[in-house]
């Protein structure tokens, strides 16, 4: 049993009512359990985040970029153990557990030297009336609960919790039940720096201890990563009380292939968008689209290398795809495998889970996959990926944007111009041009339609947790 809420400095059992068990999906098996969080220790841990407040937005910018800059140094420091935690607990292969690691290092870097420039954009406001002066003041937003999911765990929390902490704001963080003990190394890490009590705070748990946090009036702000039902309802909390929110939610975004691509070089693209972190990815490219004069070229080559993609234990070979985290996504993958039998779809590789222990499937391609198919329209996470064809550059823009989501899309022809011209026309957050999924925490993440509301990462993600005050006087 893991001790494994931190609040108000102080790590403590849970005594809430959920236990709750971490797993190994490449065993399907138990590795540690705890207690969730109960909604009165949540209340705590605002309390605490409430208390810290007054001196944490009073401290200086450059204080709080030193303070970043240890997050990001004692991340390094515990380099193995994270990267040997997400592969045990997400099925990350090393790779992929090491770059989220370098992310997450990233992000505080990034916001030190943000922080740092805090205090030069607090400047007076030039007015075209005579008599009056003013001046901006970039304030904190207060107290923000910040809930996350299981995909990303230690990048998803760095995405939050860097730009909060760097605007001044205290904050409590619920990582998901599925991964609880990754996001200690943050607490871990503010024990280590001394970063005043209060202003991190964890606490684990399930829907009811999400919710408790969601519904507390003692927030000023809350930034949610997940779906889009448990989205809806976080909104809901949030206009109960008018305080705003943050929403990063699910995807189904799309691939285009145009004919003059190198047919090696796409697949290398659609491959890895569709099979990172077995599809897990809010981002993950489901839907390819591919032009008529070179889908017959492409779509073989597609199906050879998923069928030969090195899937497995993490921890104990090496892999280029691990299992599925969870055996709830498990299971609904392979609900959707039957739904494709039951719609007849052409299955060209996979569509099916592995015979072994564990939670694993094969990386799945589906052909000419009708507009109105459940597989083409709904979020599946996990390595499933749908084709299309399409004639005509306008046709292709039109698809993409047929979609009740717009988080991200990757364009890939030889012709620069047109690549340009495709990613202006579509209705998503990011657009990746002849390139695998990489994203540089000084560019934006974030989605129009049903992706979301508002934007992490660069200057804007930093934005979301200030608020703007300005001053004016009378000069007469
Ligand atoms: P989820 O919505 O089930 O859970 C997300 C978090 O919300 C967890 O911590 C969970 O415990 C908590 N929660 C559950 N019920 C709650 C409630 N009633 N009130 C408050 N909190 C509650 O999502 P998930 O399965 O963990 O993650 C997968 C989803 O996340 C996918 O839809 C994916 O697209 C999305 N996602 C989006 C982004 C992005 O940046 N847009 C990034 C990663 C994941």
Redesign the pocket.
Known sequence: MTTSHYIAGRWVEGQGSDCISVNDPALGQPFAELMAASVAQVDQAVTAARGALPAWKNTSASERAAYLRGFAEQLGQRREALITLQMRNNGKPRHEAEIDLDDAIATFGYYAELAEQLPSKNRDVPLAAPGFSARTRLEPVGVVGL??????PLV?SAWKLAPALAAGCTVVL?????TPLIEQAYGQIADALGLPAGVLNIVNG??ET??AL?NHNGLDKLSF????S?GS??MRSASAQCRPVTL????KSAIVVFDDCDVGQAVEWIVAGITWNAGQM?SATSRLLVQDGIADALLPRLQAALEQLRVGNPLTEEVEMGPLTSQAQWLKVAGYFATAREEGLQCLAGGKALDRDGWFVSPTLYADVPKDSRLWTE?I?GPVLCARRFATEEQAIAEVNDSRFG?VATVCSADLERAERVADALEVGHVWINSVQAVFVETS?G?TKG??IGRELGPWGLSAYQSVKHVTRCLG
């Open positions: 809930i996350v999911p299981w995909n990303f998803t619920k990582p998901s039940e599925v399930k829907a999400g919710a969601s990563t997940g779906s889009n448990v309802q976080v990063e939610l699910g995807g809010c979020e996470f988080l993440w989605g992706s979301g």
